[in-house]
C-alpha cells in the first residue's frame, strides 16, 4: 500500500503542474507540441518512455483493487497503450497531435481533467 500511496504523490504533482501549464499556457503548449511532431525521433522515444512509464506503474500496482489502486491501473494501462500507439502508428499520432494543437478548447478540457486527476490523487496519497 505504501507504494501505491508514492505513486499517487509522484503522479498527482506531475498531473497538477502539467494540468496548470496546460489551462494557463495553451500557447506555449501548442508550440511544443507543433515542435513535437515535427521530430519524428523524439515521438518514437516518448513511445518507449510511455511503455516504460505504463510498465512501471503496472508493475507496483494492484488491478483489482478500488479506488486509488483501480485509478493508477488504468493510467498504467493508458500510458502503456499510448506508447503502443505511439510507436506503432507514428504518423497517425503526429496527425492526431496537430489537431489537437490546433484547437485550444482540446488543451484546456485535457487539462482542466489532468487537474481533477491530480486532486484526487494527491488527496490520497498525501491524505488518506
Given at each position: 500500500?505504501?507504494?501505491i500511496?508514492?505513486l499517487?504523490q509522484?503522479f498527482?504533482?506531475?498531473?497538477?503542474?502539467?494540468g496548470?501549464?496546460?489551462?494557463?499556457?495553451?500557447?506555449?503548449?501548442?508550440?511544443?507540441?507543433?515542435?513535437?511532431v515535427?521530430?519524428a525521433?523524439?515521438?518514437?522515444?516518448?513511445?518507449?518512455?510511455f511503455?516504460?512509464?505504463g510498465?512501471?506503474?503496472?508493475?507496483?500496482?494492484?488491478?483489482y483493487?478500488?479506488?486509488l489502486?483501480a485509478?493508477l491501473?488504468?493510467?498504467g494501462?493508458?500510458?502503456?497503450?499510448?506508447?503502443?500507439?505511439?510507436?506503432w502508428?507514428?504518423?497517425?499520432?503526429t496527425?492526431?497531435?496537430k489537431k489537437?494543437?490546433?484547437?485550444n478548447?482540446?488543451?484546456?478540457?485535457?487539462?482542466?481533467i489532468?487537474?481533477?486527476a491530480?486532486f484526487?490523487?494527491?488527496a490520497k496519497?498525501?491524505?488518506?
Open positions: 500500500m505504501i507504494t500511496n508514492i499517487a509522484i498527482g504533482m506531475t498531473f497538477l503542474f502539467a496548470i501549464s496546460m489551462i494557463f499556457n495553451r500557447k506555449t503548449v501548442k508550440l511544443v507540441v507543433d515542435r513535437m515535427s521530430d525521433g523524439l515521438i518514437w522515444n516518448m513511445g518507449f518512455m511503455i516504460f512509464a510498465s512501471f506503474i503496472l508493475a507496483f500496482s494492484n488491478f483493487g478500488s479506488g489502486s485509478m491501473s488504468i493510467i494501462i493508458l500510458a502503456f497503450l499510448k506508447g503502443i500507439y505511439l510507436l502508428l507514428p504518423g497517425h499520432s496527425k492526431l497531435y489537437i494543437a490546433e484547437n478548447s482540446i488543451i484546456l478540457i485535457t487539462g482542466i489532468a487537474l481533477l491530480s484526487y490523487l494527491i496519497g498525501f491524505y488518506f
